[in-house]
């Protein structure tokens, strides 16, 4: 009984552990509670006007100077998140590479001006039958922005990732709560975009850290009532329980969360006749990439029976049997990832066809891929739910017109894939209004793993992938998250905000008429 | 008992009143129900994937056509409008401009394509460590909206109004519920809606039109499952109540409500001296149109006491005395307004300074006007509320500074104006930065009524004067609201959809890197 009320009592501090051993790492981190909530919106609250109205220049040499603090950082970066999450040096240094382009494309974005949207509609003054004003519009950031880490991109889409970055790059503050997973690493980052705070002379409201397990704490920052906007990445589960506050709140607020997909594959007649075995090596190549803990993961492949089709399975039984076992994030992750493979390997009319090479460590994810027929799947809506990690659905259809009927019954995801040759492009034509519907990325003959930042990139798509369709959370349109349209009308030049002043100082883009 | 059983039991039909006799009309309208709202989403479901593709000229010549056939139907659609709103000839002619104006401006913007958002990155085979797929961006209809008519604009916020303009605009088919106070002016224009379709051989689904009386219809509307955005203007009971039936769907979809604002007026001190008693005369103007039944209304107006503000209320009572009681748009809106100024009239330390003329008609709307301090305004939040109609109340400030600090108490508004002389240019910048972040327009030296239809335009503003201060109801940024990003990769011409062919045979603006 007592040991059960210690263990039930409110843990101060927490510790994040190494997936790959299973220890306990030696730092604690506080588990902060309302208190900390209240104290980091009140300065992110009071830095914002000063923060939304700072000049592009000091803006896009914020955005620069973190990506370098985070360079500056070095290798004790590089392996505090690769003992937090598992993650290979490799793939870990890769993934700043990424984060810190990432920031600089966004330094280009805030100065290039392109999202202030501005248009300037001059005043008529002898229009008739009425004469028309001076209207000029601009963007302006939202508000505090609350931010949270994911587990699976510790540096990418954590604390100075994709959403911060455009959140920032907007004129909002950032009120980031830390994957406790990767706690060590976030507070790292936390330290580079602090130093740049201080080197820019900026408020310290522009970016603060709050730290906790459990979904206490990010319950009572999404209810905070000057957080204006929430950036997510992860679960369907936790991202829509952050809708859910949101929108109870007494001033709803949006929720940019990017939930869960399948990320269906589609390997048309043509292409599997053409390079069946360099498609099924492909395949498990994609799937396995980060031990298969990616959004855009291949969960599902969809093609037409026959002898070309298990050419492509016996391509990817073999490279499966020869892919290693991978540290999965953490603990609860691997067990879940279990679970799911059970699940399918246990569903009537599943038939198991490879796993990855077995390993000794503790947390190893080892690939999973199954077959099933199109009779079979449409009946199990199981079979369609995302398993986080390498594990992977193949279903042979009788025909195209089946595989068009089985992509009408997906839900919304991030990506759709087609595989293809020339002789392909009028079934292609069938399956693309349908997928156009349910996706918001369409690639053909690539993999879905792997997400640009550019500006033409969509990591986004309709629900349940994302809670808004509306939008991208990579790429240089993320920024349009977190901007609002004021319209001045007959302002004196010298009370206009610099962007919209008549001799356009910043350069800015402008849409005349 | 017999008797209340009668009139509880669901009518098949329900008529119009002309509020200005306040007689029935002689029209039967059916009240459509759950079998009505089925068939008109999906016949919506059915045609977008088609008209979501059609050519820009084809949707742009649809919309202009649209606005000929309202034009085509001549007086009697003024007359219809006229008695069914108790809105004279003059406004609703002045009305039907805008609308149709509002339908040709959004046909420019479909033709000239930058609502698409082209975007592409060109592929960089040689790019190290990685090379760069080719990716492109477009824009596409979020899926069949909902839109509601509004009762104090039967054809500018009605059934071929911003809403309807702007989704069709976007490749979107709408589904209109009628206001039921104008259901025969929504039917005739509904019936120009539907030649055009069938001269533009475009799918009947493109536009749906439903009719009825009380909640259910829209409710069962906003919950059906092929619905994906709503647009509504009204009261802020009735926009919640949308908001929250669209949050509680197993797919949220995102509202667009447009609800309230009292829409603050500053008096500065220097423009009180320069031209009180013209002020006073341009407020009552501005407070009267369209018997104060105006979204933008001057609800409040704040300035420094003295002998000023008294000789701009003198000014503003000479006007309002003289000016003519007018029909309100239905019993309803007349009670609640003749409500709202008795509870403000009844309110400790808040002074009536006047009531317009009174009339012998039914449901005439008499303008008033009320002062009070900054300590009462302050303590009593009922002052802040908008009361629906031509009332307005006047708070007497001792400084500027008390200015700023009651517009920081204020909720999100549509509008925030300042009247201004060039000594008060310090006085504006201390009120600025607080009114930015509470209202999607501000003007200077003019009025908030009336809103040109233009780039520029934002008619929203942070909640509750609207569910979503990311967007705007007026101009053409409007369009906005009903599109989402779509990434093709790698994708062969061919495939493209024609906005991303490499040779752009639309024409629409790229952004290419």
Redesign the interface.
């Given at each position: 009984m007592i040991r059960n009320v210690i263990m039930n009592a409110p843990t101060a501090t927490f510790r994040s552990i190494n997936p790959s051993t299973g220890q306990t790492l030696n730092t604690d981190y506080p588990s902060q509670g309302l208190e900390d909530v209240e104290k980091a919106c009140h300065l992110a609250a009071h830095a914002f006007?000063i923060y939304r109205?700072s000049s592009p220049d000091l803006r896009a040499a914020f955005l620069e100077l973190i990506a370098e603090n985070i360079i500056g950082l070095g290798d004790q970066l590089i392996q505090m998140a690769s003992a937090e999450t598992g993650l290979p040096v490799a793939r870990i240094t890769g993934e700043r590479a990424r984060t810190v382009n990432q920031l600089r494309i966004f330094a280009d974005v805030v100065r290039e001006g392109?999202w202030a949207?501005i248009?300037?509609?001059h005043a008529m003054p002898r229009r008739e039958p009425?004469p028309?004003?001076d209207?000029?519009?601009r963007k302006?950031g939202?508000?505090p922005v609350a931010v949270f880490g994911a587990s699976n991109f510790p540096l990418a889409f954590s604390t100075a990732g994709g959403d911060t970055a455009s959140a920032l790059a907007a004129g909002c503050p950032v009120v980031l709560k830390a994957h406790p997973a990767h706690a060590g690493t976030s507070l790292l980052v936390a330290s580079a975009i602090r130093s740049a705070i201080e080197a820019c002379r900026l408020h310290e409201g522009v970016f603060q850290h709050l730290t906790g397990q459990g979904n206490e704490l990010g319950t009572l920052l999404v209810n905070d009532s000057r957080i204006k906007a929430v950036g997510f990445t992860g679960s369907r589960a936790g991202g829509l329980a952050l809708?859910a506050v949101a929108?109870a709140r007494r001033?709803?607020i949006?929720v940019y969360a990017e939930m869960s997909s399948v990320n269906p594959v589609f390997l048309m007649a043509g292409a599997l006749r053409d390079r069946a075995a360099m498609l099924g090596e492909a395949f498990i190549s994609s799937l396995s990439m980060g031990a298969g803990q990616f959004c855009t993961n291949p969960g599902i492949v969809f093609a037409v029976d026959g002898p070309d089709l298990t050419r492509f399975e016996q391509a990817a039984i073999e490279a499966l049997s020869k892919t290693r076992a991978a540290t999965m994030l953490t603990a609860g992750i691997h067990r879940s990832y279990e679970t799911g493979v059970e699940r399918i390997a246990s569903s009537e009319g599943v038939e198991q066809l490879a796993r990855g090479c077995a390993s000794e460590g503790v947390n190893q994810g080892q690939g999973a891929i199954f077959a099933t027929n199109a009779e079979v799947f449409r009946k199990n809506s199981e079979l369609r739910e995302e398993v986080f990690g390498a594990s992977s659905v193949i279903v042979r259809c009788p025909n195209v017109e089946t595989m068009v009927a089985l992509a009408r019954d997906m839900e919304g995801q991030l990506t759709s894939t087609l595989h293809?040759a020339d002789e392909d492009?009028d079934d292609?034509?069938q399956l693309?209004?349908v997928l156009?519907?349910r996706?918001?990325?369409?690639?053909?003959?690539?993999w879905p793993t792997?997400v640009?930042v550019?500006?033409?990139?969509?990591h986004?798509g309709?629900?349940?992938a994302t809670?808004?369709?509306?939008?991208?959370s990579v790429g240089s349109?993320a920024i349009d998250r977190f901007?609002?349209?004021?319209?001045?009308?007959?302002?004196?030049d010298?009370?206009l905000p610099t962007s919209l002043k008549e001799e356009n100082p910043l350069k800015f883009p402008r849409?005349e008429?």
């Open positions: 006007p109205e392109s949207d248009r300037i509609d009425l028309r004003s209207l000029r519009l302006v939202l508000g809708v929108a001033e709803p949006p293809l492009y292609a034509k693309l209004p156009e519907d996706c918001g990325r369409l690639l053909v003959n690539g792997g640009e550019c500006h033409a990139m969509v986004g309709p629900f349940p809670s808004d369709t509306r939008t991208t349109m901007l609002r349209p004021i319209c001045y009308q007959d302002f004196p010298s009370l849409r008429a």
